[in-house]
């Protein structure tokens, strides 16, 4: 049985930071790339960042580069997301997603998550 759990999202001043946590169950992370994806109301969920098990290598869209690190520990089997600067643009859910070894390029992800929300806003 395979879980995605996130925690951490919660109303935020624009320039705050918020970390959000991916908790897995039922799956081993060295195995799986875990992603973050958002969904604001009315527009499509788009990817944030993917964590590569391979050898950590990391992926950002280009809105969130220099602002959101994406880190596993696990340890924990957790896979967080900080968040840093953070704009009322980014508002929105907040989900973390597993693919089998690979990052795909589409929202083809194995196991996802139930979402946390993220509000920006002052």
């Known amino acids: 049985q395979v879980k995605l759990v996130e925690s951490g999202g919660g109303l935020v001043q624009p320039g705050g930071s918020l970390r959000l946590s991916c908790t897995t169950i039922g799956i081993t992370p060295d195995y799986y790339a875990i992603g973050w994806f958002r969904q604001a109301p009315g527009k499509e969920r788009e990817g944030v960042s993917c964590l590569s098990p391979a050898d950590g290598s990391t992926r950002y869209t280009d809105s969130v580069k220099g602002r959101f690190t994406i880190s596993r520990d696990n340890a924990k089997n957790t896979v967080s997301l900080q968040m840093n600067s953070l704009k009322p643009e980014d508002t929105a859910i907040y989900y973390c997603?597993?693919?089998?070894?690979?990052?795909?390029?589409?929202?083809?992800?194995?196991?996802w998550g139930q979402g946390t929300q993220v509000t920006v806003s002052s």
């Open positions: 997603a597993a693919a089998a070894y690979v990052c795909p390029d589409s929202l083809e992800y194995d196991h």
